[in-house]
């Protein structure tokens, strides 16, 4: 019996240990003596003080300085020698296009719907094509494929010297074949839509790459063409390429225009609607200055060109004179009267006009207040171009 109850006091003890130690409480004997903290350091802790101050001073001193620190080194400064207009034009040209295949599939989609296109057309709606790519090549296998046989007119928005007034005269001229001048280009629209509304026998195509370019992008150009769209014997189809291109039109001209809207995204590079944009790429020799300059003065008559001449001949011969403001507009007139090329002051003006909507020309007042005039070109476009006119003459 002493043992029995010894060995039961024993396995109490036992338990009473086991749960002590499962419920993470030791015994007396059993804890240890924690460590001793490590002496303090007084100048440890100042340095660390010392260099955090530091550091916050640097870090507002650098942020309240009022000076802004940029790089020198530009695009202009590279050392790889430019190219010229052609021979980037050549090299581009020579690089292969990416996913070659899919596009023409792609274009080969949109081409199926050039049947629909012409029905809608004759139903009383106007296209509007839109998506990422030229869309210059689809419009032009539409043209070359339903309108061999019609009357059609073409015209390149993405071209510098294009003009709501250049239009008009392609269709009072060419189609209609109407010889004289108009007040306005309001008199003329109304001269165009008298005449097809008395002829029904009258049909036109007119196709616009690039509707809303910068040239026709304006309030009085879509107002104008927005009603000729409107006639029921003039067929529009056109294609836009910047995001916000809706934005051009309120709801009256969306009603005027009665578009139907299609995606045709073609992954064709903007090659036609890029060349007349300067590049960093290419030297700065002003053949693409003159090229565009060349393309807007065959647009305007014989007597124009002559003005524009007779402006740019007095500016070359000022051109060592670093504080040349301009050729006054009182010294422009007589020189343009003695040379036969306008009879009177409001014919100037008006001529005048029509360089400044073709950005020819700039105008600024002096300190006097006298109105001087002034080519926005440098001096060796100007050169090229009077000896190229001095070759056509």
Known sequence: EYSASCSEEEDEEDQKEDNTVLSGQETPEKMKAAPAPPPSNPLAKKNKENKMGNLVEEYFEAHSSSKVLTSDRTLQKLRRRRLSQQTLHDLLKKAPLAYAAEIKELNQLHESLFSKWMLQLHLGFNIVLYGLGSKRDL????????????????????????????????????????????RSPLDQLDF???????????????????????????????????????????????????????????????????????ETTTFSPYVEETSYENSLLVQQSGSLALSSLTHVLLSLTVNARGIFRLLAQYQLENKGNPSYPGLSFQDFYQRCREAFLVNSDLTLRAQLTEFRDHKLIRTKRGADGVEYLLIPVDDSTLTDFLEKENEDV
């Open 192 to 262: 165009i839509i008298e005449k097809f509304k008395e002829d029904s026998s009258l049909e036109l195509y007119v196709l616009i790459h690039n509707l809303d370019s910068q040239m026709l992008r304006g309030e009085r150009s879509q107002q104008i063409l927005a009603q000729l769209s409107s006639l029921p014997s003039i067929y529009l189809i056109a294609s836009v390429d910047h995001i916000n291109a809706p934005l051009m039109w309120d709801q009256a001209k969306l009603s005027l225009y009665n578009w139907l809207w299609y």
């Open 139 to 182: 419009l032009e296998k539409f043209r070359t494929s339903l309108l061999q046989d019609s009357v059609h007119l073409v015209v390149n928005g993405y071209f510098p010297s294009i003009t709501v007034r250049s239009i008009l005269n392609s269709i009072t001229e060419e189609v209609l074949d109407h010889i004289g001048t108009f």
